[in-house]
């Protein structure tokens, strides 16, 4: 019983963040400002290259993909302009707001099933659901800002 509490709970709270991700003001979220910004260990973002995200973060759901119709593609195909950069970047750090979040709201499963089961289904949680996702939002932002703040360059140079 306590399994099918926990993962109608999580299911319940992956569709609330999930809506209220798409509703909050892009505008909140500043790439430049803490907890966004890349802190120094990371190297700006080279840390997670260690970790092999190159190789496998196109393997795992991309919620663009699934809805396309609430999310922006998260494909640089096309050269995007400044605009579509700043907005590729906020995604990036409203994607990961909601996996901390996500994370956080998860530690329920630990009451809603007490002792061994509980802890397992959140430990899977955080580690398969929600752990990569951060990462990977930590290892691209920093690659989506140098190119924003490349063009904001170019473009400063052209006026």
């Not at 926990?6 to 907890?35: E, M, N, Q, T």
């Not at 190789?55 to 050269?79: C, N």
């Not at 994607?95 to 956080?104: F, G, N, P, S």
């Amino acid at each position: 019983m306590g399994f099918w509490r926990c993962l109608v709970f999580i299911i319940v709270l992956g569709i609330v963040s999930f809506a209220l991700g798409r509703l909050l003001p892009k505008k909140w979220f500043h790439f430049d400002r803490a907890p966004f910004r890349a802190f120094g260990w990371e190297k700006d973002g080279r840390v997670y290259t260690k970790l092999g995200i190159h190789r496998w973060q196109s393997r795992v759901p991309d919620m663009s993909r699934i809805f396309p119709e609430l999310m922006p593609a998260k494909s640089l195909d096309r050269l995007p302009d400044q605009t579509g950069l700043l907005t590729m970047i906020q995604e990036t750090c409203m994607a990961e707001t909601v996996h901390v979040v996500l994370c956080l709201f998860g530690i329920a499963c630990l009451w809603l099933w007490p002792g061994f089961g509980g802890t397992a289904v959140y430990a899977v949680y955080v580690l398969l659901g929600n752990l990569p996702f951060i990462l990977i939002q930590r290892y691209n932002r920093p690659r989506l800002v140098r190119m924003y703040r490349r063009r904001e360059k170019q473009k400063e140079g052209t006026t």
